[in-house]
């Protein structure tokens, strides 16, 4: 079986376990094995929510029985006060968060793939959240542009005496971030399974022609200086930069190289 069918068909054991154990109401597939398995690949994780009756939380959160029965697990962590990531045997990774119905009427969530739900349940139009996540990408180049240009100027100087760790965060992180932000602006994005958590992902094919010169962009830790010179030069080709401000950084990046 390949793993792709092995996801899909492990949710689906999930599911008829969760039948069997009782005061389950939902199973939803998210993520790519929600409602966007045409990226569902053999890197993929399994990503779930389970909605259960108002007196059975706990019983799904403490014991991980459900999820034994299907399938043995080698290692479970619990991330948060609603759920677990776990690793069964067989090396398939999943995430999952218990919840009850009415902590989803109001949520923000990613739509879901309704996997399993209990005969007598018909609320299945809470696969689809009322208030949808906010997205990430901004609508004007100003403010994050700017941001990203003073993260520059920051993380130069840090750099310069020896603060290499958060130099590297200043420049090849967050001023790559706020470029991300508003890539779209800047270039035709393909439709490609956009992420409303993080404009990093799924990058590579959503704007290749970024894609292209992102690495001269994040050359690592010893390489901060020439990063910044780079985020520079691409910020001056799409956005008037204040010229004293470009100098500025130009400075510090000749500084910090010697």
């Not at 409303?196 to 992902?201: A, Q, S, T």
Request: glycine letters at 6%; hydrophobic letters at 35%; charged letters at 30%.
């Amino acid at each position: 079986m390949l793993r792709t069918e092995m996801l899909l068909h492990r949710l689906d054991e999930i599911g008829k376990s969760l039948e069997r154990r009782g005061g389950a109401l939902l199973l939803l597939g998210v993520g790519s094995v929600g409602i966007e398995t045409a990226r569902l690949d053999d890197y993929s994780d399994l990503d779930f929510f389970v909605i259960v009756r108002h007196d059975q939380k706990s019983r799904y959160i403490d014991h991980l029985d459900w999820l034994e029965e299907v399938h043995p697990l080698a290692y479970s962590f619990k991330n948060s006060e609603i759920g677990y990531k776990i690793l069964f045997e067989d090396g398939i990774f999943g995430e999952y968060a218990v919840f009850e119905e009415s902590e989803l009427i109001n949520g923000s969530y990613t739509e879901g793939r309704v996997v399993w739900k209990d005969p007598s349940y018909n609320n299945t139009g809470i696969s689809k959240p009322s208030n949808p996540i906010p997205s990430p990408k901004k609508d004007s180049l100003d403010h994050p542009l700017n941001e990203a240009l003073t993260n520059l100027y920051v993380g130069l100087g840090r750099f310069a005496r020896g603060e290499r760790l958060s130099a590297t965060r200043f420049v090849q992180g967050y001023a790559v971030d706020r470029i991300l932000s508003v890539l779209h602006l800047i270039e035709q994005e393909v439709d490609y399974f956009p992420d409303p958590f993080g404009n990093e992902r799924r990058m590579e094919k959503r704007y290749p022609r970024f894609a292209e010169m992102i690495a001269d962009m994040i050359q690592g830790y010893d390489h901060v200086p020439e990063s910044a010179l780079r985020i520079l030069s691409f910020i001056e080709e799409v956005y008037p930069v204040n010229r004293k401000l470009s100098d500025e950084i130009r400075r510090l990046a000749k500084i910090s190289c010697r």
